[in-house]
């Protein structure tokens, strides 16, 4: 079974530019997460996809963040204009259900580093 | 709101030691899920370790058990006769038994293993 992909691995980007953000979740995982891990902190909850529909983004930070999941497949996360304060590691993960069975049930990606300067 | 905090920013322990690694989480709900993850370094995070709040008993994978203190809240990983491939840092997190999938992670904590 492939894994949970994400691409790019890594993004520099200048202050004021746009990137987007890619993730391939296990495929049949209804369920897809973001996550961002700025540096030194705590990794943080940004949204949660059941296909299509995003059932909270609650943590999202700002309307500069806009993350689509068309089709229910893969996810995009995009960020328009970058700032300095959005650099960090951007995490996805999926699930088939809510992950109350088996061990854990979200498998995470590897993450794409992002650096804004 | 819900917190995970892990007060050790880094550990140490000798090759084949046992080490532990604390967390203390704040929550209201009676009903709830604790993880411990492992993420090797430029590597994606995995599952150590898994504990559902209405269980008593303390979760055991392998050389990996945890000490579940639901009175106390916290929720701390020991890793018995530690291996090089152990090093890492290790996130807690928390998830709510109600209808979400969203985590709540601790800062984390690096762990190094010595030869």
């Known amino acids: ?117 | 709101a819900q917190t995970v905090t892990q007060s050790q920013p880094e550990m140490s322990v000798q090759e084949a030691e046992t080490v532990t690694l604390s967390c203390t989480y704040d929550t209201s709900e009676s009903d709830y899920y604790l993880f411990w993850y492992k993420q090797p370094p430029s590597r994606q995070m995995i599952l150590v370790i898994r504990q559902e709040a209405y269980k008593q008993q303390n979760a055991t994978e392998n050389r990996f058990s945890v000490n579940f203190q639901k009175a106390a809240k916290s929720f701390s990983l020991k890793i018995s006769d530690s291996q090089l491939g152990d090093a890492a840092m290790y996130f807690c997190a928390y998830r709510q038994s109600s209808n979400t999938g969203k985590l709540i992670f601790g800062q984390g904590t690096t762990l190094q293993v010595k030869p």
Request: charge should be neutral.
């Open chain 1, 1 to 117: 079974e492939a894994g949970v992909t994400q691409f790019p691995s890594h993004s520099v980007i200048e202050k004021g530019q746009t990137v987007t953000l890619r993730c391939d979740p296990i495929s049949g995982h209804d369920n897809l997460y973001w996550y961002r891990r700025v540096m030194g902190k705590e990794i943080k909850f940004l949204l949660h996809f059941v296909k299509e529909s995003k059932q909270d983004e609650s943590g999202m930070p700002n309307n500069r963040f806009l993350a689509e999941r068309t089709g229910g497949t893969y996810s995009t996360l995009k960020v328009q204009p970058a700032e300095l304060e959005d650099s960090g590691v951007y995490f996805c993960a999926s699930s088939q259900d809510l992950g109350n069975r088996g061990r854990g049930g979200y498998t995470f990606g590897s993450g794409t580093r992002l650096t804004v300067v």
